[in-house]
């Protein structure tokens, strides 16, 4: 998936009503929290066939640390 | 010695203003239609959803306030997948909603020599996840009002009457209760309420068709057992809008069974 579309696919499943950039540290994204963790793990599992683990996501500091994990390759 | 402290409690209860949006499905009859009429007499704009225009029309033409009573027609079988959606086009047309009443539902009762696969999904499908579709879209922080929005579900007594012939809609509306109460503690952090009601018999096309799957004598026996007759659309409206309005705001994760003692 390219990045535009994971950018948006994104922004969806966290309910932010700001577009997402890849550069924008994800602490300074109010909606992540613990319950948008667990969609993204359910997310990509079901679009990507992912199976990651909580301790990967915790890894990721940015936006774009999530793409590279979800919606590369 | 009228108080003055409740007199203006009493007042406030359930009252709404036309920022209010509510989204209530199933409107076109029984239960559905008595809570968005309800909602919209009392001050809020009722955003009504059901299968039939023209009952929905009718239902309009009945409300203390049309022009705050809009009408959308839609089958929630069809296209189930993005009721999601639904829910934000209707964001975007009438605005952030407030609230949120699933009604419609089908009741089928089915003993365990006759359950099949077909009839338990399209069960399962219109009283769960139907409901927890309505609910992901207007759970969506752009799609409600925020803080003080509330969601309520529509489930029934069979859910712990635990009668013969309801092991399909019985475990349904069971589980729409779990999920209430799992939406109650996921979406608290958002200022989200979500409770459910549980009635027991209605007078509703609903509750008609349930007890013609009754011979005459469990019909007269079941009659029997509620101390306080079948309930009327209107009791179970009066404790939707309670729970839907700012009165209930320290309400949330429960059920209320309305079922006239008949439990």
């Given at each position: 998936?390219?990045e ?5 696919l ?19 994204v109010p909606e992540?929290?613990?319950l ?7 997310l990509?599992?079901r679009r ?8 990967q996501l ?16 | 010695?009228?108080?003055m ?5 009493a007042?406030?209860l359930?009252?709404f203003t ?5 989204l209530v499905?199933g409107a ?7 809570i ?7 001050g809020?704009?009722?955003i009504a ?5 023209e009952?929905?029309?009718?239902a ?16 929630l ?7 999601p ?11 952030r909603l407030?609230?949120l009443a ?5 009741a089928?009762?089915v003993?365990?020599?006759e359950?099949?696969?077909?009839t ?5 499908d219109?009283?769960?996840h139907?409901?927890l ?6 759970a969506?922080?752009?799609?409600n009002a925020?803080a003080?929005?509330?969601?309520l ?5 069979a ?8 092991c399909v ?11 209430m ?5 996921e979406?608290?952090?958002q200022r989200?309420r ?13 509750g008609?068709a349930?007890?013609?799957f ?16 079948l ?11 309670f729970?839907?309005s700012a009165a209930a ?7 209320v ?7």
């Amino acid at each position: 998936m390219d990045e535009n579309s994971f950018l948006t696919l994104l922004q969806d499943t966290l309910q932010c009503e700001e577009a997402l950039r890849p550069e924008l540290p994800l602490a300074d994204v109010p909606e992540w929290d613990s319950l948008a963790a667990m969609a993204v793990l359910a997310l990509g599992s079901r679009r990507f066939g992912r199976k990651l683990k909580l301790t990967q996501l915790r890894k990721a500091v940015t936006v774009g640390d999530l793409y590279a994990l979800l919606g590369t390759g | 010695m009228i108080c003055m402290r409740c007199s203006a409690q009493a007042e406030s209860l359930a009252a709404f203003t036309r920022e209010n949006r509510i989204l209530v499905t199933g409107a076109s009859s029984g239960i559905g239609r008595a809570i968005a009429l309800l909602c919209n007499r009392l001050g809020a704009t009722t955003i009504a959803g059901g299968r039939s225009r023209e009952k929905l029309e009718a239902a309009k033409a009945e409300s203390a306030a049309p022009e705050h009573f809009c009408v959308e027609p839609r089958d929630l079988l069809e296209d189930t997948e993005n009721l999601p959606l639904w829910v934000k086009s209707l964001r975007e047309k009438y605005g952030r909603l407030s609230g949120l009443a699933p009604c419609a539902g089908e009741a089928s009762v089915v003993p365990l020599r006759e359950y099949d696969l077909a009839t338990a999904r399209r069960c399962y499908d219109i009283n769960v996840h139907v409901p927890l579709l309505l609910a992901r879209g207007f759970a969506d922080r752009r799609n409600n009002a925020g803080a003080g929005a509330s969601i309520l579900f529509m489930a029934s007594a069979a859910a712990t009457a635990d009668e013969p012939g309801l092991c399909v809609y019985g475990a349904a509306k069971g589980a729409l209760l779990t999920a209430m109460r799992v939406l109650a503690k996921e979406l608290g952090p958002q200022r989200i309420r979500v409770n459910a009601l549980a009635p027991g018999i209605v007078r509703t096309p609903m509750g008609e068709a349930f007890l013609h799957f009754l011979d005459d004598e469990a019909r007269e026996k079941e009659l029997a057992a509620y101390p306080f007759g079948l309930g009327e659309p209107e009791d179970v409206a009066n404790m939707a809008a309670f729970l839907l309005s700012a009165a209930a705001k320290w309400i949330t994760g429960q059920v209320v069974v309305m079922d006239g003692g008949r439990y």
